[in-house]
Structure formats: C-alpha cells, structure tokens
C-alpha cells in the first residue's frame, strides 16, 4: 500500500482502446454507413482475430504544470492473452511489463519494482481494463462511458460516473478510415490538460520474444 | 390411612405437581460468568464478551494440498469461493457481521482519509521522515520520480495526487497500518484476506447468539456446513476455528460418553436394588430426586431470576443425596416390627443427617460463584422436599411388604454378621485408617488447584489439526494478552488506549502488537501531533518552498507546480472524530478491537460504554509491561490468560478453603451438639475423613491437579460421607442391628453405580465427576462399616436384635 496512486483506470481505458483498434487490421471501413454498435463489433471482431502485435507510440502531455509540451516516445508490444510491454525509449528509458498477474516497473538508473495485481490497486485496474480489451470485451464499459461516433471516423467517449469525471472529461479517438486502426488517442483532463497519444509502424502478428514480458532490458 | 395422611400426601402431589409446571417454564441461562469467583473476573470475562471474543468464528479456506502450486497468487476458485461463502454467511441473521473481503477501492478511500487528517497523524517519528524526503537530494530524486511516474502510462491519471503529495507524506503514514495486523500473517489480494502462499483465504464472523451454548453451537454450525455446502469450489477446504468447534466438541464427547455409560449405570443401580431388596417398588427410592427436584427448580427460578444451566446440572446431581434418605427410610421401615412408622432412633438420625447436609450446602452459600450460590439452593430446597416425601410415601411403601423375611431378612442377618466381626483385628484396622490419613495429608500440600477450565475442555483429532494449520498459516501462535480500555466517551476510551500505547512504545515492547493507536489517536495525542505539525512547518516551510520551486523547474515542472501543496499546508488542519475510520474500509480490523457495549449495569438505564483492545503477546518479555500497563492507566484492563489463571486459581482456591473450613466446624457443632461426646463425634467425621484423604492421596498420584469438578463433587461426597457416619454411629449407639449397616451399603453401592462409572467416561469433566464419587465414597464407605463402630466404646451386648 506504500505505493498507492490515484486511480488510473480512465487513462488505461483509453490504453486498452488503443490496443483493441491496433489490432483492427483487415477491415475496410464503411463507417458512414455503420452505426455505434456496429462500429464496436467490427472492431472487436477484427482484433478478437490478433494474436500479437507490436507498434511505435509518441505521447505528449500538454498539462499546466509542465512549462512546455512534453514528449516521450517508444514501443508497444502485447501478445494476448495477458502479456504487455509499454517501453518509452525517449527521453527517458522506462518500462512497464504485464505478465498475467505479475508485472514489473523500471526506469533508467531506478529499482526494478516487481508488483503483483493482487497486491496493487492501481496496476489492477490498469490491467482488468486492459485484459477487457484485448479479449473483446470493451463493451462491458458502456456502462462507465458514454459512446459517440463522428464522422472521420472518431470515437468520443465521455465518462459517466463521478470518479471517472473527476480526472477525465472526454476522449477522442481518430481512426484510420480504411483499417479502422486509431491514429491518435486525445484525452482531455477537466481543467484543460491534454495528452495525446500517436501510434505508427504497427506490426501484426509478429514473434515477440518471451524475456521481453520478463524482463525490463531493452531488446 | 387416615384422612390426615390422605390430605398430607395430596398436599405434597399438589405442591410437587406446580413445582412441575413451573419448573418446565424456567429459562436456562448459559452465562459462562456464572462459574467464576467474584466481579473482578467476571468483569474481565464480560469485556471479552463485549469485544466479541467469544462469539467469534474464524474459517479459513485452503486449497486442496494436490492442487499446483500457484507460486503466491490466489487462486480465482479459492476467491470465489470466499466471496460467495461471506455473501451467504451474511445473509443469515445468525451472524451479526461477516469479515471476508474490504470494499472495492477500499485503497483509494483510505489513501484520502489519511491524507486529511495526516497532521493529526503524524508523529515525531514521521515528521523525522518526512525531513528526511525534504533534504535537498532526495527532495530532487522524489520530484523526478513524480515527472516519472507523470509521463508514465500509469501516469495518465495522477496528476492532481502528486501535485497535492509531491514527496509522497500519505505512503508515510499508511505504513502505521501495518499495526492492526498485529501476529497475523496475512496480506490483502483483491480486498481478501489471503495467506503469504496464497492458499488459504480468510474469514470472520461474529454470532448474534452466545456460541458457549452448545444449542446455539449445533445450529450455527448447521448453518455455516450448508454455507460451504453451495459456497465451496471444488479443491477449496474449509477449517473452522475458535470456540464453535470446541463447543460442539465438548458436548459430542459428553453425550457420546453419557450414551454409553448412563444406561450401564441405571442397569447396574436396577438390578444391584432389584436383586438385592426384591422389591420392585425400591426403584421408587431412585425416583425421589426426580420428585423433589420441580419444586426446587421452581423455586430457585422464583428467588434468582434467571437459572444457570450449570447450577442446573449440578445441583440436580447433588439432589442425589436425596435417595440416601429414602433408602434409610425404606430399609428402617421393613425391618422395624410396627411396619409403616420410623423409629425414634432413625428419625434422629434423619434430621441430624439432614441437619449436617443442609448445613454444608448453606455454607455453599456464601460462596463467590454465582453457580454455586445457585447449585447450593437448589440442593437445600431440593433435600428438604425429598426427606419430606420420603418421610411421607416410603414408611407406607416399605410397611406393606411387612416384616423382614426371606433374601431380605437374610441380607440384614448378614450385616449383622459383619458387625460380630467388626471388632476383630481392631488394632490393624485403625493403624490402616490412620496411614490413609497421613498419606492424605502428608500429599495434600503438593495438590493444585487449575483454575483453567481449558483442562476440561475436549478438542477432537479434527479440531486440534485445524488448530495446529491456522495456526501455522496465519500466526498468532502466542497466548495473547488483552488490554482493553473502557470509558463512556470514544475520545476518552481513544486516550487511555493512546497511554497503554505510549508505554509500550517505551518499553519497546511493539513487536507482533496489534494496536488502533496509531490510526485513531485520542483527542489529547491528536492534539500534541497537530501542535507538532504546526510547528515544523512553521519552521521549515518559508526555507522549503523555494527549495521546492527549484526542484520542480530542474525536474521539468514549472515552478508552480506543487503550488496546491503549499496551499494545503496552510489550511486549518481538521481534527479526526472518533468515527472517522470506524465505518471505513478498514473496518473489519477496527471491529475488531473498538466497540461500543450496552452496560446495563450502569445507572438505570442503558448506558453506553466504549471499549478498546490493544493485543500483546503473553510472554516472559512482556510480563512487566503489562504489570505495569495494568498499574499505571487507569481505565485499561489487562486480559491475561495467565495472569487471569492465577487470579481465578486464588480465588477459588481461597474460597473453598473458606467454605469447607466453615462447613466443618459447623458440622461438628452438630454433631457436638447431639451427642455431647468426642468418641461419637470422631466416628461420624471418620467417613468424611476417609474420603477427603483418599480423594487428595488419589489427585496426588494422578499429577496432584485439583478442578472446579472435583471441589464441587467433593461436597456432594462430604455430604454423603457425613451422613454414612451418623447413621452408624447412631446404629451402634442404639445396640447394633444391621438395618443402618445394610441401609448404608446400599446407598453407597448405588452411588458408586449411578456416579462411580463416569470415571470411565472420557471427557474430563465427567471423568473427574466420576473418579472422585468413586475414590471418596470408595474410602467413606468401608470406613463407615468398619472403622467407625471401632472408634465408639465396645457395646455391652452384641445381640442383633433382629
């Protein structure tokens, strides 16, 4: 409990979502013609047919108490059921691994910090929103947020209930048109904050080697 | 029979026919504080009870040992299988609260409250932390952690916590949680309470019902069996443990015990008066308890209120007195010429045996245990009716069958022939009597009283394995001691919990110590934590806040970053109120030790009381602190098992030699004053004599332990033992004619019969019941017949006038 952080379950929602669309590869988009639910299936179809995948990410988070944008970028690697690797290889190395109900957290020069999601609330959450995702599930989140689809395509999400408002007020997904993989994930904070995520050179079912989900060296 | 013996015995149906119906009306009260000796302990038993120590129920569900190992995770089945057993256990308006999962989220809640109220929280050795994280270095290493953790993908959501708890003070104090664990060895995966291993997962719960009644226990465990019937995946066991096994334990052993032995006894006593007087009508002897009991019962319901099933019990065993005096009736009445009368000499032996045996009981009296009390009036009431009816119905009875003839006239010819020869070998009978004696003196000073009543108690193989795994799966595997702070106000009972905590801090006695101290503080800790808080800051803010500011723009934040801090630092800290953390996520540990008690005893209405318990081992190493603890806080009460075993130990022991010595000089006052002759006298304490030395010489070769079973057995065989001496030696003063010899035999056989084959019973209580029937009537008896008549002056005739 010495760790303990804040929820961040909306923010891992937006990761999960992330996640789910990359694996939407083989889809061709007729979203003006498909409804919300109809655009969720055919996501949820499209990834349920991934067993791994790897891209690059670039995140910047414009928040008030940094001076100036900050940009971090690195790679994601997942291989389903439960294995995860969110890597920032820029500016700062750090790593955080899922691997079923273990995980670690390291940074440059830092501890390696083994963490169990039995023992650790907020890794938790991170991963039951995450394993929900990956395993096409995401609709059971309906009932924490509100779903709009726009034109584009873009998904707006826009939480529902109190805890979830109180850190994030809306999330705006664009979608590449044609393989219905998101581009870039918005999440807008109350009070003005932003991050932005972006994803590119996305590879589907690639070998992951296995230390990469048990160890935190770069590969 | 005249219309006078018409009225008084309707009269005495009557009264035993309302003694019935009231008596089936009486409430059993299972009130284990009936049993022990004064207020003082029946009040620390109390505060046990209020803390819900005795009514608690522990289950701990394993997996099967064939199952893989899940290298330390719990398994989903065995959380399930908690999770639903906690539901259905909750469900059931048997358990007052189930303990089996914190709530959802139940960090994040706590994570706030804490940092509310961190400045009434933090003590000096906290504030010494938090100076250390404020040096400049690691105040750097701390906000580069934060840009970190920021950037993060857990990161997405923190940013209000880390500007609000930029060095992490909040992770400071939620290490003091660690102190309501106290010797449990148990962590926290998904809100449940799971072992270090991960297969074993906890429960708890607390009985609306007293679980010491063996009622009470078969039905809850009924309950909790069907419970795990539809809760428990398969591969998940369930160990029940605390005092529910241990009741149903007990009480299996006694009724298997009594199953087995009872009817061996009631055929046995059948067929030894069958055989022996021919009469069937003699079984009616046996029945005058039973008769005499109703109106007793009902009585003691009357005077006392409320009965205790103990003093039930065992006060319905010593009505068993009452056959001695229906025996001597019916064996005096079949031998005497005028049938249907008693004898001049049998009525003074009679009263002067009632007498002696009513006195005992009256002494009884005025012992500390309420049991007791309770279990001597039952007998004094009960004796009396049952010398009444038999005074009344057997002369009547035994009158029919006429002169003694036949087996019958033969049996008293043959106690007669025992007495022509009594007088032989004198000088060796007497030198035997008196070694016995010594023997028993000499071994009674290595007797010792146990006061645990834990030696009665009778776990199976099953619920001492049990046992021995929780014990091994979640520690706890010291005798903890109690120290329980009781006051009307929950900002007192805080502080006095608060000084047996800074004694302990002292001390340096924390180790394995489970304490709300450092959670919920008193008012007056709160306030010197607070009056410190204030003045660090006041000290260190105006130089910190640059220091802050610059470790913010080298670490990449701007210099405002953590302004909501600073901010936070200067809003008027809120006091905790008591209830802060009681209804909580916490409250499953809280419950454990803070509880608010009705106490009907105070005032006249329901005044409310509030106690809290600090657990400490009960070893060699906190001996002192907890004399001290018990010396110097006023309030607090220390629950030692150990110190509570000398304590009742004390007690008891001081007040049977109290009684017994009282009971004694007033019997042989009695005696004294009916025959205003020493010789007489010593022959009828002979018996008494004989059983008491017989009874210690026999506890001393047997590990020399004396327990409650024992003294209380030991007065019925006083009693009784009193009693075969004043038949005899009034017998032999009267001009020896086996009638008292016979009569006495038979009473001590059927005793022996009825009671002497619990010895082989194997429960202890039961065990000790029986054994000390036997070893004391067992020397009483032969000591009556052979010993007594030698230590009269030698009749002038020897004619048995028969």
């Known amino acids: 409990m010495k760790h303990l952080r804040l929820p961040i379950f909306l923010a891992l929602f937006i990761f999960c979502f992330i996640v789910i669309a990359l694996g939407s590869f083989s889809a061709v988009a007729e979203e003006s013609s498909l409804g919300l639910d109809d655009f969720l299936g055919r996501v949820e179809e499209n990834s349920a047919s991934i067993s791994s995948f790897s891209c690059d990410f670039t995140q910047v988070r414009y928040l008030t108490i940094f001076p100036k944008p900050v940009q971090f970028s690195g790679r994601l690697s997942l291989a389903k059921p439960d294995k995860l690797r969110w890597e920032f290889v820029e500016p700062l190395p750090s790593v955080l691994v899922l691997n079923g109900k273990k995980g670690l957290k390291c940074s440059e020069g830092g501890p390696i910090r083994e963490f169990n999601l039995d023992l650790d609330p907020v890794m938790r959450l991170v991963a039951g929103q995450l394993w929900a995702w990956t395993s096409g599930t995401y609709r059971d989140l309906k009932d924490d947020f509100d779903f709009e689809l726009l034109p584009g395509p873009v998904l707006v999400f826009s939480p529902v209930t109190n805890g979830a408002a109180s850190f994030i007020s809306k999330i705006r997904v664009v979608f590449d048109p044609d393989l219905l993989q998101p581009l870039s994930v918005e999440i807008r904070e109350p009070g003005g904050d932003r991050t932005v995520i972006s994803f590119s050179g996305y590879q589907r079912d690639v070998d992951l080697p296995a230390a990469l989900f048990t160890e935190c060296r770069s590969r | 029979m005249t219309s006078r013996s018409i009225i008084s015995k309707l009269l005495l149906l009557a009264v035993t026919l309302v003694g019935i119906y009231f008596s089936v009306q009486v409430k059993l009260d299972e009130d284990a504080l009936d049993m022990l000796p004064g207020p003082a302990l029946q009040g620390d038993f109390r505060l046990l009870q209020q803390l819900g120590m005795i009514n608690r129920v522990f289950i701990s569900l394993e997996l099967e040992s064939d199952r893989p190992d899940a290298e330390g995770l719990a398994s989903p089945d065995l959380l399930l299988s908690a999770r639903l057993l906690g539901e259905n256990l909750a469900a059931s308006p048997s358990f007052s609260d189930v303990f089996y999962r914190l709530p959802q989220g139940y960090e994040f809640h706590l994570v706030a409250g804490l940092k509310k109220y961190l400045p009434v929280l933090a003590d000096n050795r906290d504030l010494r932390r938090f100076k250390e994280l404020m040096t400049p270095e690691l105040l750097r290493e701390k906000i580069r952690q934060d840009y970190l953790d920021l950037n993060s993908l857990a990161g997405l959501a923190m940013r209000q916590q880390i500007q609000q708890d930029p060095l992490g003070f909040t992770g400071v104090v939620l290490e003091k949680l660690t102190a309501l664990r106290g010797g449990m060895r148990l962590t926290i995966r998904d809100g449940f309470f799971v072992s270090g291993d991960g297969k074993h997962c906890l429960l708890w719960a607390e009985s609306s019902t007293p679980l010491t009644s063996s009622a009470n226990a078969a039905l809850l465990s009924q309950q909790i069996e069907d419970a795990l019937a539809v809760s428990l995946k398969d591969g998940v066991k369930a160990r029940i443990i605390g005092p529910l096994p241990h009741t149903l334990a007990n009480a299996n052993t006694i009724r298997s015990d009594l199953g087995k032995l009872l009817p061996v006894a009631v055929i046995a006593l059948v067929l030894f008066l069958l055989v022996f007087l021919r009469d069937w009508r003699a079984l009616l002897l046996v029945a005058m308890p039973f008769f005499a009991a109703p109106p007793a019962i009902a009585l003691l319901a009357l005077v006392y209120g409320k009965v205790s099933a103990m003093a039930l019990g065992f006060g319905i065993v010593l009505l068993g007195i009452g056959v001695d005096f229906a025996v001597h009736i019916y064996v005096g009445c079949r031998s005497e010429q005028s049938s249907a009368r008693i004898s001049k000499d049998l009525r003074k032996s009679l ?404 009671f002497g084959v619990l010895g082989f019973a194997t429960h202890p209580a039961l065990h000790a019941l029986g054994v000390t029937v036997l070893v004391g009537i067992g020397a009483a008896w032969p000591t009556a017949l052979f010993i007594t008549p030698l230590l009269l002056a030698r009749p002038a005739s020897k004619e048995m006038g028969i």
């Open chain 2, 351 to 754: 009263i002067m045996a009632f007498l002696t045996t009513i006195t005992v009981f009256a002494v009884l009296l005025l012992s500390k245990v309420p049991a007791h009390r309770q279990m001597a009036y039952l007998a004094i009431v009960g004796l009396s009716w049952a010398l009444l009816l038999a005074w009344q119905l057997i002369p009547g009875l035994a009158g029919k069958r006429g002169c003694p003839s036949g087996v019958f006239g033969a049996r008293l010819s043959g106690a007669s022939g025992l007495i022509n020869h009594g007088w032989q070998l004198r000088p060796f009978k007497l030198l035997l009597w008196l070694l016995i004696l010594a023997a028993g003196v000499a071994s009674w000073p290595s007797l010792h009283y146990n006061g645990d009543l834990r030696t009665l108690d009778v776990p199976s193989a099953s619920v001492k394995n049990d046992e021995r795994v929780f014990l091994k799966t979640w520690g706890g595997d010291q005798e903890q001691a109690f120290v329980v702070a009781v006051a009307p106000e929950q900002g007192k009972v805080l502080d006095i919990n608060d000084q047996v905590y800074e004694i302990l801090v002292k001390e340096d006695r924390l180790a394995e110590v489970q304490s709300l101290a450092t959670l919920l503080p008193g008012p007056i800790r709160q306030g010197k934590n607070l009056l410190r808080w204030q003045a660090f800051w006041q000290q260190r803010l105006t130089a910190f806040r640059p220091q802050l500011e610059q470790a913010a723009i080298e670490n990449g934040f701007t210099r405002q970053a953590f302004q909501p801090f600073i901010d936070w630092l200067a809003i008027e800290p809120a006091s905790m109120e008591p209830g802060a953390f009681l209804d909580g996520p916490l409250r499953p540990f809280i419950n454990s030790l803070f509880r608010r008690a009705v106490e009907p005893e105070l005032g006249s209405g329901r005044d409310e009381v509030f106690l809290v318990a600090t657990v400490v081992p009960d070893n060699r190493q906190n001996s002192d602190v907890l004399k001290r603890i018990n010396r110097e806080v006023p309030g607090a009460t220390v629950l030692s098992n150990s110190r509570w075993r000398q304590k009742v130990e004390a007690d008891l022991k001081n007040d049977i030699h109290r009684l017994f010595s009282l009971a004694a000089l007033l019997v042989i006052a009695i005696c004294t004053l009916f025959f205003r002759r020493l010789r007489p006298v010593i022959g009828v304490l002979a018996p008494v004599t004989s059983s008491l030395a017989a009874m210690a010489l026999f506890a001393a070769l047997t590990g020399g332990e004396l327990n409650i079973m024992h003294a209380l057995m030991g007065i019925m065989v006083i009693g009784l033992s009193v009693d075969y001496g004043i038949f005899i030696v009034n017998s032999c003063l009267s001009g020896l004619d086996g009638r008292a010899f016979m009569a006495v035999s038979i009473c001590a056989i059927s005793t022996l019969s009825g």
